[in-house]
Nanobody, 117 residues
Framework: QVQLVESGGGLVQAGGSLRLSCADS????????MGWYRQAPGKQRELVAT???????TYADSVKGRFTISRDNAKNTVYLQMNSLKPEDTATYYC???????????WGQGTQVTVSS
């Protein structure tokens, strides 16, 4: 079983930085890929960044050059370093883990990121 625990959200001024973490506290199995979605009120859920077990990464155009995703495979932990934050980055951020034994992802509980202008 996979249990994802998120941390690192908070309130930050525009131009500031935050680092989100998401750790699997319940599984001894390998996780193929991990990543982050975000959702703001009135907006559709957006895929922010992904990373495979081989550390191949993808980013949404809206965060490219500002955000960096990384992972510690030994601990099934994914990080999202967010720099040069903008008010439009304000959202609830959800990490996910893709596993080989089911089609749908596991999800973290969400962490709120608020960027003030």
């Amino acid at each position: 079983q996979v249990q994802l625990v998120e941390s690192g959200g908070g309130l930050v001024q525009a131009g500031g930085s935050l680092r989100l973490s998401c750790a699997d506290s319940g599984s001894t199995f390998s996780i193929n890929a991990m990543g982050w979605y975000r959702q703001a009120p009135g907006k559709q859920r957006e895929l922010v960044a992904t990373i495979t077990s081989g550390r191949s990464t993808t980013y949404a155009d809206s965060v490219k050059g500002r955000f960096t995703i990384s992972r510690d495979n030994a601990k099934n932990t994914v990080y999202l370093q967010m720099n040069s934050l903008k008010p439009e980055d304000t959202a609830t951020y959800y990490c996910y883990a893709k596993v080989p034994w089911r089609a749908t992802n596991y999800w973290g509980q969400g962490t709120q990121v608020t960027v003030s202008s």
